[in-house]
C-alpha cells in the first residue's frame, strides 16, 4: 500500500485509479501491526514530530517488521540540529533559515525540520521499540556514489506470530544475515 501526504484530501483515502492514500506520517489509518514492511523515502527530515511519526511506524508494524529508510544525513560529523518545530497552536515556528526540498505534491516544496546526523540511530531506537542500523553503500561499479546515501533499517522487537494452520515457511537466512548484519 502507497501513500502519500496530501492534506486536501480525508486521510486514509485516495484516488483508487492511483493506488495510493492520503497519510500524515505522525498519525496513521492503518491498524495496528498491519505490515511486515514499511519504507520511507527521503521524508523524515520534513515531519514536525519526529517520535510521533517513528511510534506511528512501529505501531503499524508487525513484531519483528522492518522499517527501511533514506533520509539525508547531513551532519556527518555533529549531532542533529532541528531547524522547525509546532508551536502549541499548530503553527510552525522556524529556529533557523527555512529551508525546502522539491515535493511532487507542493509546487512550494517541504519544509525541512531537521538537519539529521548520525545519532539519528540512537533517536530512533529511543522513539519506540526499534533496533536500527545505518547502512552506507559506497560502490562505484554499482553506480552508487553520492552524498547521501545512507540507509537506515529498523527492526521492530519482538518475533513474529507463528501460529496459525499454514506452516511459516523457512527464513532465508542468508538474505536476513546480509540485510540484518
Known amino acids: 500500500m502507497a501513500s502519500?501526504?496530501?492534506?486536501?484530501m480525508p486521510?486514509?483515502?485516495g484516488p483508487p485509479?492511483?493506488?495510493w492514500t492520503s497519510q500524515d506520517l505522525e498519525a496513521q489509518t492503518?491498524?495496528?501491526?498491519?505490515?511486515?514492511?514499511?519504507?520511507?523515502?527521503?521524508?523524515?527530515?520534513?515531519?514536525?514530530?519526529?517520535?510521533r511519526a517513528l511510534a506511528e511506524i512501529a505501531r503499524t508494524l508487525k513484531p519483528g517488521g522492518l522499517h527501511i529508510c533514506t533520509v539525508p544525513i547531513v551532519n556527518k560529523e555533529r549531532?542533529?540540529?532541528?531547524?522547525?518545530?509546532?508551536?502549541?497552536?499548530?503553527?510552525?515556528?522556524h529556529l533557523l533559515e527555512p529551508v525546502f526540498h522539491g515535493n511532487p505534491m507542493d509546487p512550494n516544496g517541504?519544509?525541512?525540520?531537521?538537519?539529521?546526523?548520525?545519532?539519528?540511530?540512537?533517536?530512533?531506537?529511543?522513539a519506540r521499540g526499534l533496533s536500527t542500523t545505518i547502512w552506507t553503500i559506497d560502490d562505484a561499479s554499482r553506480g552508487i556514489q553520492a552524498e547521501y546515501i545512507e540507509v537506515l533499517v529498523s527492526r521492530k522487537l519482538g518475533?513474529?506470530?507463528?501460529?496459525?494452520?499454514t506452516p511459516p515457511r523457512p527464513p532465508n537466512r542468508g538474505f536476513l544475515r546480509k540485510l540484518l548484519g
Open 4 to 8: 502519500q501526504y496530501d492534506p486536501t
Open 11 to 13: 486521510w486514509g483515502s
Open 17 to 19: 485509479e492511483d493506488g
Open 30 to 51: 492503518f491498524a495496528d501491526e498491519s505490515f511486515d514492511l514499511v519504507v520511507t523515502q527521503d521524508v523524515l527530515e520534513h515531519v514536525l514530530a519526529p517520535d
Open 79 to 93: 549531532p542533529s540540529v532541528r531547524r522547525a518545530g509546532r508551536r502549541p497552536d499548530g503553527t510552525v515556528q
Open 110 to 126: 517541504s519544509l525541512v525540520t531537521i538537519d539529521w546526523g548520525y545519532d539519528i540511530a540512537a533517536y530512533w531506537d529511543q
Open 159 to 165: 518475533m513474529p506470530d507463528l501460529s496459525g494452520d
